[in-house]
């Protein structure tokens, strides 16, 4: 071991602060490559054949890109072709402060073997360290650093040239001054040869892949020419960083989130993280207030003076006009969103001063081909609406129109009305199946790749059996009649449930879930592949596992007549359903049955049967219902939320029908039992561990959440209490109108979106448990560890607490798992957005092949142009405009306290009864919506005509 | 700033070294001539003088008198320039008199203190300049002044700090370093035997017994340092010595 040769000492000052740390240089630090001889490495990573066919390199050949070639080129790096390539530490380390996702990026690059990536520690090496020179900035020094190395490298592989036909190491610099700087000290007179070469030519010079160079991001140097963007400016310069720090102490400028609208791409908020657990919301109207901000950046907000403040517009405006004619629509859109609102509705109004931090991603979406026939600059539409559209170069127009691209944004210059950005990848298609549904998992960031060998490599081996040492730990329980209730075609079964009289003439109530802990062990792949992907995504007809398919469809699965490894959860009750002891153990069950909920469901009612199955259900179910009782006496909520099902073609698996979920006495009877059991883990756990176990909270929503609700109780003179859960409860309850059989369904509906979103927290972060919805001091997620990660989290607090299995550090952390909740957490919440989505776009397709329908719905909300309407039959929420640019817009008037919208003579009020045609909108391949227009009331130059109950081959043209 | 890296994907930390390196140590022992014995020990960026008086017989209040043994009275301080910014650092603060207690303890176990009965053997160390592991550096420096002093001990005592980042425990903890939970450990090198060990971080118990490993195998490291220091001075001292 050769230890510090040379000692020096590195002052570093930032700020008034003095470090002093110390240096260490090392001589065995080696080169990574496999041709030399004179390094003592154990491995290798560069290949001795290191070709990248090249016009400009000929010859085998290294990269060394510079930090901005790896910041702004990455989506290169990243191709397969890119290999064999030096990343310094200086490079390494600069990116890491610039860009933290590029960071991580670049890494995986490194891990990856087929890559050929190698880290070169320069900075500790001795001959190729440098110290900074008086006068010298740090970028400078860092530049002259990579420009050593470089050297380094190419001396110290001269020796070898010879048998690897010429091998040369290549430097990638975009910047110009460090181009002549390279080229006058001498690197071209120096023995070794290093090419410099700029980034772009470089790629464009690769023989074999021309679609690279679409990827190429553009640099600052190259400007864009004066063809797209008009010389005037179009937005106020960004403050620079310090200054926005200094205006943020100072309270004159406010940090947030910048969430655009989804309805209105000329308005945005901005979301200020108060003190405590309060924020505020901050308008921002207009192009020039927004100022270059996208979706999700942090940006810093200026108030703008009080008399300047106006009220979120409820119009909905999406960006339609073509790049050219722009902005003419603009002014005349701007004009009509500053409307002069009263004093009341005026919200905190803001524009953007500065950037704080990007949160740029690669966007899902299509091409709109410009109109000129050569041209190579398009426009980009993402899918998310809520993305502005991206200018993009490319020359392979012609093959991405109509394909479902990605694309990565590299700059917004203040004289562009849209970003800059460039190509990534093609998905296929658009309005195919796969292509969608990867958009979708692409959009919604859900982790969806096969599990990799590293994770597959923790699986138990086949054939498997339970051994006699678990045999001996576990409690056996195999002659209990266990059996499960799961909706119909449910392969990853993780509740069964069991009931049996005692002999005392008490109940034994069992919960039976899957011992998914006993197969993912802490800190292997699997494990954190899972915590990963946090839970299981149920799409229609398609289902992205958690944990591979062996343990969620198999292993763990409990599946009837075979022996299952299980964490149960057993509870002695006498009649009247209290809670005599209860008792964690780990066992072996045997279900006797898996039925569905129907199957259950007849079971019960059938008085004929009489087996042990049907009373132990028929005892459960007794139980539950005192139960429900029980809690709802409490205060829980009973909400509603429609839920579709489709049934799908068993050969094309496009959906065929279209049916809302219906709930059965059984639904609740499982349901009730987990509840129980969440319960009596949560405060396990709790008891146990107060610092870090992992509970789930819903906190109550704040007042004004439920004034949409009030609002529209009221206009069917309905009172609504929401002081309390239970109130709200009672009042949702009591709430009914004659002839009106489906308004208590409605009323619950809008109830739901009033709440807020439940969450995973570690109790050692936060004092408030408790859960609002189901009005339970405190809760947790347990049974069902097969498709959530919390649960396992969960599983393994439960069996250090009762003895089963050993801790391990990252469970105890609080720190840790108040990350792991928060990945959950969003993760979660990803996955309601992509199975939202994937209804949709399943509705969709089922519109298209029927044509145009005409059915009966109710008004939801009221808007200012528009109502929304539901239509009960498929769950479907759609919205219908009553104004439209091409036409003269019929005499709306908007009275926001109702809240009611005339239309001509006819006024609508929230649940209004309507009547609606239902079609397939297709003129926008990327957004296909389903349009509704108004059939009922009739209301002359507004509503359409009754259209023929045959679907018809031509669909009409609609007014929106 | 996204916070430190303190070890590198290549194994590499903040300043270089790998995992288990320890700093450079650097040290002299005899370098006051009115003390008994003393030592000048640089451990990295981190210099510590020791100095020690005795054994002698007590002083101050005699009720401290220990009739089977010496009593050992260990006293530790910073000076105002030992760190970044100049501060004063009243004698007999929380924090010094906790370290002088830990020195103490330390050779306590490691001093033959049932050689001198009634006596009393003083131990003063100032740290000079601070970057991490001032305990470790007090003790190591210590130990060559007790020796410079002619005072028989058991052994080498020698300490070393020990961090754990990502999985892998470091060694030798610069200031940068010390952020993250860590131990130190001060060791009789030969038999094993542990002086003092002390840890105020949250540590889960399955770490501990890999950190121990490392811990122990650094005081080793050590320990062959120290042991290189004592020869080197005796061959000079001898040379003085013969040659007038």
């Known amino acids: 071991m050769l230890k510090s040769k040379t000692f020096v000492k590195k002052t570093r000052s930032g700020g008034v602060m003095k470090i002093v740390r110390e240096h260490y240089l090392r001589d065995d630090i080696w080169c990574g490559s496999e041709v030399c001889t004179g390094c003592k490495q154990e491995s290798t990573v560069l290949q001795k054949d290191a070709c990248i066919e090249s016009n400009l390199c000929s010859y085998p050949h290294y990269l060394i890109p510079d930090t901005n070639v790896v910041l702004h080129q990455i989506d290169v790096l990243e191709d397969p072709v890119i290999r064999n390539v030096i990343i310094l530490q200086t490079v390494l380390q600069e990116v890491r402060h610039r860009s933290a996702p590029i960071y991580k990026r670049v890494k995986d690059m490194i891990h990856e073997k087929e890559k050929h990536f190698y880290t070169f520690t320069n900075e500790h090496h001795r001959e190729t360290f440098i110290e900074r020179e008086p006068g010298e900035t740090a970028n400078d020094r860092n530049d002259r650093a990579i420009r050593v190395s470089a050297k380094w490298y190419s001396q110290h592989l001269k020796p070898f040239e010879a048998d690897t036909e010429g091998l040369k190491v290549v430097l990638l610099t975009n910047d110009l001054r460090n181009k002549q700087t390279a080229e006058e000290s001498g690197f071209r007179m120096s023995s070794a040869t290093v090419f410099i070469i700029s980034g772009e030519e470089y790629i464009k010079s690769l023989i074999a892949n021309p679609e690279l160079v679409d990827r190429l991001a553009l640099s600052n140097d190259e400007k864009v020419t004066n063809e797209i963007t008009s010389s005037k400016l179009l937005y106020p310069e960004h403050l620079p960083l310090s200054r926005i720090q200094a205006g943020i102490k100072s309270g004159s400028f406010l940090q947030g989130t910048f969430r655009a609208s989804r309805d209105n791409y000329l308005e945005a908020t901005v979301f200020v993280q108060g003190e405590g657990e309060d924020g505020t919301e901050v308008l921002l109207q207009g192009l020039q207030n927004l100022n270059r901000a996208v979706h999700q950046d942090v940006v810093a907000v200026q108030l703008l003076p009080r008399n300047q403040w106006v009220a979120p517009s409820s119009v909905v405006l999406q960006d339609e006009g073509a790049a050219k004619d722009d902005n003419v629509d603009e002014e005349e859109e701007e004009n009509t969103l500053k409307e002069s609102a009263t004093e009341s509705v005026r919200k905190p109004t803001g524009k953007v001063v500065g950037i704080i931090k990007r949160n740029w991603r690669p966007f899902c979406g299509m091409l709109n081909v410009s109109q000129i026939k050569e041209s190579t600059r398009h426009l980009f539409t993402p899918a998310d609406r809520r993305i502005p559209r991206i200018r993009i170069e490319t020359r392979q127009a012609a093959t991405l129109a109509g394909q479902r691209i990605m694309v990565a944004i590299d700059g917004w210059p203040k004289d562009s009305r849209y970003p800059n950005g460039h190509f990534v990848r093609s998905l296929g298609s658009a309005g195919e199946k796969e292509t969608e549904e990867e958009v979708l998992l692409l959009e919604h960031d859900v982790p969806h790749q096969a599990f990799s060998q590293a994770v597959l490599s923790f699986l138990p081996k086949m054939p498997w059996a339970i051994t006699p040492e678990e045999m001996a730990k576990r409690m056996d329980l195999r002659h209990l009649t266990v059996c499960s209730v799961d909706p119909p075609g449910c392969t990853d079964i993780d509740d069964a449930l069991h009931c049996r009289e005692l002999e005392n003439g008490n109940l034994e109530v069992g919960v039976h879930i899957a011992d998914v802990s006993h197969f993912i062990r802490p800190g292997n792949a699997l494990d954190k592949e899972a915590a990963n992907r946090g839970t299981t995504v149920y799409l229609c007809g398609k289902r992205i596992d958690m944990v591979p398919e062996l343990l969620s469809s198999n292993l763990c699965s409990l599946r009837s007549n075979v022996e299952r490894l299980a964490f149960s959860c057993i509870w002695e009750m006498n009649h009247k359903a209290e809670i005599l002891s209860t008792k964690f153990t780990k066992s072996i069950i045997n279900s006797k049955a898996s039925l569905t909920y129907a199957e259950a469901q007849m079971r019960i009612d059938d008085t004929s049967m009489n087996d042990e199955i049907t009373t132990s259900l028929r005892g459960l179910n007794k139980l539950a219902k005192i139960l429900k009782r029980q809690r709802i006496e409490k205060g829980a909520l009973t909400l509603s939320s429609l839920e579709v099902r489709f049934h799908m073609d068993s050969e094309t698996h496009d959906p065929i029908e279209l049916q809302t979920k219906e709930l059965m006495e059984t639904n609740s009877m499982v349901e009730e039992f987990m509840l129980l059991a969440n319960i009596s883990v949560a405060q396990k756990i709790y008891d146990e561990f107060s610092e870090c176990a992992l509970l789930r909270k819903h906190p109550a929503p704040p007042p004004s959440n439920y004034d949409i609700l009030l609002k529209a109780a009221k206009s069917k003179n309905v009172e609504i209490h929401t002081d309390s859960a239970k109130a709200l409860a009672d009042s949702l309850d009591g709430a009914r109108v004659k002839d009106f059989p489906y308004f208590n369904t409605l009323l619950r509906i809008l109830a739901t979106r009033c709440m807020m979103q439940a969450v995973y927290f570690c109790s050692g972060m936060d004092s408030d448990f408790h859960h609002y919805g189901l009005a339970s001091p405190i809760y947790t997620h347990f049974t069902s560890p097969i498709r959530r990660y919390a649960d396992i989290i969960v599983h393994r607090l439960l069996a250090v607490a009762i003895g089963a299995d050993s801790t391990y550090a990252d469970l105890m952390d609080k720190h840790k798992q108040s990350a792991l909740c928060n990945n959950l957490n969003y993760r979660h919440k990803m996955a309601q957005y992509a199975q939202r989505s994937s209804v949709a776009f399943h509705t969709q397709l089922f519109f298209k092949s029927r044509g145009i329908l005409n059915e009966e719905g109710f008004v939801l909300f009221v808007r200012k142009n528009a109502i929304i309407v539901l239509i009960p039959k498929f769950g479907l929420e759609g919205t219908v405009f009553f104004d439209s640019k091409d036409k003269t817009a019929p005499n709306i008037v908007f009275d926001e306290e109702g809240p009611t919208l005339t239309v001509e003579q006819h006024t609508f009020h929230i649940f209004d009864k309507v009547k609606v045609t239902i079609s397939l909108d297709a003129s926008n391949i990327q957004h296909q919506k389903i349009r509704m227009a108004l059939t009922e009331p009739v209301i002359p130059g507004v509503s359409v005509p009754v259209p023929d109950v045959e679907p018809q081959a031509k669909k009409p043209k609609l007014d929106r | ?244």
């Open chain 2, 1 to 244: 700033m996204a916070g430190l890296e303190l070890l590198s994907d290549q194994g590499y930390r903040l300043d270089g070294r790998k995992a288990t390196e320890l700093r450079k140590v650097q040290a002299r022992m005899g370098v006051f001539a009115q003390a008994d014995g003393s030592a000048y020990l640089e451990q990295g960026n981190t210099r510590a003088l020791a100095v020690v008086y005795g054994p002698h017989e007590m002083r101050g209040s005699r009720s401290r008198t220990l009739h089977d043994r010496a009593a050992i009275n260990c006293q530790y301080s910073m000076a105002t320039f030992s760190t970044a910014e100049r501060k004063r650092r009243p004698h007999g603060d929380r924090k010094s008199t906790e370290m002088s207690l830990h020195l103490k303890q330390t050779f306590e176990a490691a001093i033959m203190t049932q050689l001198y009965p009634r006596s009393q053997i003083d131990i003063y160390v100032k740290i000079l300049q601070s970057d991490g592991g001032n305990y470790s550096v007090c003790v190591n420096a210590a130990t060559l002044a007790v020796i410079d002093a002619g005072i028989p001990m058991r052994d080498y005592v020698c300490a070393c700090s020990v961090g754990f980042v990502d999985e892998t425990p470091l060694a030798d903890l610069c200031y940068a370093e010390e952020s993250v939970s860590s131990l130190s450990v001060a060791l009789l090198p030969r038999g094993g035997q542990i002086a003092l060990l002390q840890m105020d971080a949250r540590l889960h118990q399955d770490h501990l017994e890999a950190l121990m490993e490392a811990a122990m195998t650094a005081c080793k490291g050590v320990s062959k340092v120290l042991d290189e220091v004592v020869r080197q001075h005796l061959q000079e001292a001898a040379v003085l010595n013969v040659c007038p």
